[in-house]
Each structure stands twice: as structure tokens, then as C-alpha cells.
């Protein structure tokens, strides 16, 4: 593991610019939002909440729904509209002395942290230990330290243990788990942990649920910490829709069709995984264990076999806006069987004219 100030890596880039404008005609591996969602149930439900759009937005059912779901008090969530608004609400509203971001991850707390003036340490891990957590890397002194679980991109799952091992007094240890719901039993969550100091952990429903353009994720953290956001958030920051969403998302019938597609979702991981094993002659490594809906690759020629997918009509994420990675880099979201076996006969083809 090593540290790095910051680089020219594009923080702002994410997977949907690769599916904008004429992407829109590819097959979608770069953004990892689970395939056919929302389901209907949730579309109606959605749908039957816009009678009452004439009234200003009411968290307060939606709120309750997500502290029963995790087991904590009402006054350890808060509704944000998606994860990244939590990000920026976490860089506008905490006094930062030394923040450390361990990388590769999700960019946007690191460029939501440098918006709101706060300078950045980098602690990036490793290809060599497998893009696995060593605490003792992190900084002793840094006051907040962000972390995903399992991490975007790598799709590596660290132990809990491990991670509120980076717990100290004066400490806010925030912890992305906005693809945890993907993992089956959500193995290593810290979600509803009240006994780690410091500790804030940030959820997403647009991944599982499909709900990317209607943004909603939510904040488990100590009273406090979540005072000092709700304040910092603007009056009715999420949507009567998005509320809606998330008290449907918290039931008993979502939570249990969303285990059932983080099963799925490893079984499709493994078939994926599977056959790209079949290009190791080429050059091609996995990550591996991965435990996320998504997988890393490295492989020669990386560039042009991106390019070469799309002409083939692939759209796949390129590594080298992440800090720690580099061209050589891609990152493919799981998809079911057929789609994966078509992918790799594109994927074939794809290294074959790399080589030219």
C-alpha cells in the first residue's frame, strides 16, 4: 500500500458516460445497475405516489422504514438523494483536518471533498495484495477516513473487522456500501452498527432497485453526525417518488426479492469470471475473490479493445479515471448468461483485432 497526492485521474467520470448519446445503442456493461429493474411492483407503487405531488415531500414513514430495517433509532438515518449527496453533505458539513480516501473507489467523495476546500490524502492499495485493506496504511492522524465495501471497482469485499479496526477517537470512518445489498446474507455489513466510534455508513437503492434517475440512498450514523447533515441539506431534498420508493424497498417482499438477486447476481459473477479465466494466454487478470456485481480486469491493449467492443456494440468502463489504476485497466458489470456468453465471443474478437 502506498500514498499519493492527487493526480490528473477525472474524478467526474462514471460509468453512464460510456452509455450517453450514441451509447445508448450498446450493450450496458459499464454502469452497475441490476438489469430489468425496477421490477413493476415497484414502478406501481412509485406511479401511485405521484397523486400526491400537489403536497410537500414527507420522509418521515420512509424514514422510520429504513431504522427498522437496519434496527436502529429513527435519529441514526437520514434520506439523502442518492449516495452522492451524502457525499457532498458529509464535505460541506464536517470540520476535516485530514481527510484520506483509500483507493481505488467511487471518485465522488474525493472530488466532493476537494469542492468544499478540504485537502485530500490518497492511501492507495495495491494489485499486488489483491486491492486488500492493510489499516495500519491509514494514516494514524487523519480525521476521516472514506472506505467502500465491497469497493467500486475492484469488487473486492473486506472484512468488517477490518474496517472498524480504522475506528479511533476523533475519527469519522465513512464506509460506501452502497453495493452491499448485492453480496448474498450482505456478508462483512456494518450497516446497524452502533458500536463503532465514528462510524457512518452510506447505502444506495439505485444499484439492486434501478432507481438511478430517481436518486435516493440514505446515512446510518450517530445522532449527532446526522443532525450536522440534516442541516446541511436543503429543505425537502428527496422527492415524494423517491420516498415512496424507499419505505416499498425497506418491506419484507423487496428485502427477500433482493437477496434472491444478490444469489443470481453469484452465479452470473461466476460464469463471468468463468470464461474470462479463458483469456489468461492473452494477458487478461481478474480480480479475484470478486464479491461485487462487478468485476476488474486488467489486460494488454486495454484502449483498443474498449474501443473495439463498442464498434462491436459493448459498452464496458474504462480503469483509468480511478486513482491507483491506469489504462490497462476495465470494469464489467455482471449481467445474466446469455449476455455474458455474447460478451465473450465480442470479447474474442475484440482482443483479436487489438493484436491487429
Known amino acids: 500500500m502506498r500514498t499519493e497526492p492527487a493526480g490528473s485521474h477525472d474524478l467526474r467520470h462514471h460509468g453512464d458516460a460510456e452509455?450517453?448519446?450514441?451509447?445508448?445503442?450498446?450493450?450496458?456493461?459499464?454502469?452497475?445497475?441490476?438489469?430489468?429493474?425496477?421490477?413493476a411492483w415497484l414502478r406501481e407503487r412509485i406511479a401511485g405516489s405521484l397523486a400526491g405531488l400537489a403536497a410537500y415531500p414527507d420522509g418521515r414513514a420512509a424514514r422510520s422504514a429504513v431504522a427498522a430495517r437496519h434496527g436502529v433509532?429513527?435519529?441514526?438515518?437520514?434520506?439523502?438523494a442518492g449516495a452522492a449527496e451524502a457525499f457532498v453533505l458529509l464535505a460541506r458539513a464536517l470540520t476535516v483536518r485530514h481527510a484520506v480516501v483509500v483507493h481505488p473507489q467511487f471518485t465522488e467523495p474525493e472530488a466532493a471533498l476537494r469542492d468544499a476546500g478540504h485537502p485530500v490524502e490518497r492511501v492507495l492499495l495495491r494489485e499486488e495484495d489483491g486491492f486488500r485493506l492493510d489499516p495500519a496504511a491509514v494514516p494514524e492522524d487523519a480525521d476521516l477516513v472514506v472506505v467502500g465495501n465491497p469497493t467500486n471497482p475492484t469488487s473486492v469485499l473486506h472484512p468488517a473487522a477490518s474496517i472498524a479496526g480504522l475506528a479511533r477517537p476523533g475519527r469519522t470512518l465513512v464506509v460506501d456500501e452502497a453495493f452491499l445489498d448485492a453480496v448474498p446474507g450482505e456478508r462483512e455489513a456494518l450497516a446497524g452498527r452502533t458500536d463503532v466510534p465514528g462510524l457512518v455508513?452510506?447505502?444506495?437503492?439505485?444499484k439492486t432497485w434501478g432507481l438511478a434517475g430517481l436518486r435516493i440512498g440514505y446515512v446510518l450514523a450517530d445522532p449527532e453526525t446526522i443532525a450536522a447533515l440534516e442541516r446541511a441539506q436543503p429543505l425537502w431534498p428527496v422527492s415524494t417518488p423517491a420516498l415512496a420508493a424507499a419505505q416499498a424497498c425497506m418491506e419484507p417482499r423487496a428485502l427477500a426479492e433482493a437477496a434472491h438477486a444478490a444469489h443470481?447476481?453469484?452465479?452470473?459473477?461466476a460464469h463471468l469470471v468463468a470464461?474470462?479465466?479463458e483469456f489468461a494466454p492473452d494477458g487478461l487478470r481478474v480480480v479475484e475473490p470478486a464479491e461485487g456485481p462487478f468485476v476488474l480486469v486488467r489486460l494488454?491493449?486495454?484502449?483498443?479493445?474498449?474501443?473495439?467492443?463498442?464498434?462491436?456494440?459493448?459498452?464496458?468502463?474504462?480503469?483509468?479515471?480511478?486513482?491507483g489504476l491506469d489504462e490497462g485497466w476495465l470494469r464489467l458489470a455482471v449481467r445474466d448468461r446469455p449476455t455474458v456468453n455474447r460478451f465473450l465471443?465480442?470479447?474474442?474478437?475484440?482482443?483479436?483485432?487489438?493484436?491487429?
Open 345 to 356: 465471443q465480442a470479447l474474442d474478437q475484440a482482443v483479436t483485432l487489438a493484436r491487429g
Open 275 to 277: 470464461g474470462l479465466r
Open 264 to 269: 443470481r447476481v453469484a452465479t452470473d459473477r
Open 300 to 323: 494488454p491493449r486495454a484502449t483498443a479493445v474498449r474501443r473495439h467492443l463498442r464498434d462491436l456494440g459493448w459498452a464496458v468502463r474504462r480503469g483509468d479515471t480511478f486513482p
Open 201 to 206: 455508513v452510506l447505502r444506495s437503492l439505485t
Open 73 to 80: 433509532a429513527v435519529e441514526r438515518v437520514l434520506l439523502t
Open 19 to 39: 452509455v450517453r448519446d450514441d451509447g445508448a445503442r450498446l450493450t450496458d456493461l459499464a454502469v452497475n445497475v441490476r438489469a430489468d429493474t425496477p421490477p
